[in-house]
C-alpha cells in the first residue's frame, strides 16, 4: 500500500498494491498496522454501501460532535470524491481535496474528522462503501450547500440530482457553530 499525502493535512490518497492475473485481482482494502503506520489510527466502527446513478451529487455531510473520519471507496463505476477543510483554525480552512475514486483505479480516500465529504457520479452508477471512525448520530449530522461559493468546488456535473436535504442545505458560514477546532 502506498500513503499519499494531499495539501489538506490529514486527507490521505491510499493506493494499494493489486495482484492480479488470469484469475482476477487480490488487493487489501485494509490493513489496521499499515494504516497506523500512515498516521490513521483510529478504529473503524461503522461501515456504510451506497448505490447511486449518474448525475447523483451526495453532500457536502459531516457530524459534530462525533466527528467521523471516513475511509472512501468506488467498488463500482466512479466517482469524484470531495474532502473540504471546515475545521476552525485549520491552515486550510475552506480548501478541498478532489479526485477520481473508481472500481478501476481502486483508490481510496480517508477523509478526516471534522472535514465535510461528498461525491458525485461520473460513471453511469456507483457503489461506494466507506468505513467510519464514529457512529452514525443523526442529531450530530450537518450539511454544507455542494456550490457554496466559499469552497468554490468545481464539481463536474452542473445540475445534479440532490436529495431534499442537500438541495436546501446552508452555506458554510451559516454552519460556522458545527464546526470543530483543527488539531495538529
Known sequence: ????????????????????????????????????????????????????????????????PHPQGKLVR??????????????????????????????????????????VHGFSVVSDSAQVEYKCTDLYHPDAEFSVRWDDPELAIPWPVETPVLSDKDRNAPLLRDVQDRLIDFED
Request: glycine share 10%; aromatic share 10%.
Open 74 to 115: 468506488a467498488i463500482e463505476g466512479e466517482i469524484y470524491d470531495v474532502a473540504a477543510d471546515v475545521r476552525r483554525g485549520s491552515p486550510t480552512y475552506g480548501q478541498f481535496f478532489a479526485i477520481h475514486l473508481s472500481a478501476a483505479n481502486k483508490k481510496q480516500l480517508y477523509v478526516p474528522p471534522g472535514l
Open 1 to 64: 500500500m502506498q500513503f499519499i499525502e494531499t495539501p489538506i493535512p490529514g486527507v490521505i490518497v491510499v493506493e494499494p498494491q493489486v495482484h492480479g492475473d488470469e484469475r482476477g485481482f487480490f488487493l487489501e482494502t485494509y490493513h489496521a498496522e499499515r494504516f497506523a503506520a500512515a498516521g490513521i489510527a483510529l478504529p473503524f466502527v461503522q461501515d456504510n454501501h451506497s448505490l447511486s446513478s449518474q448525475g447523483i451529487l451526495r453532500g457536502l455531510h459531516g457530524q459534530s
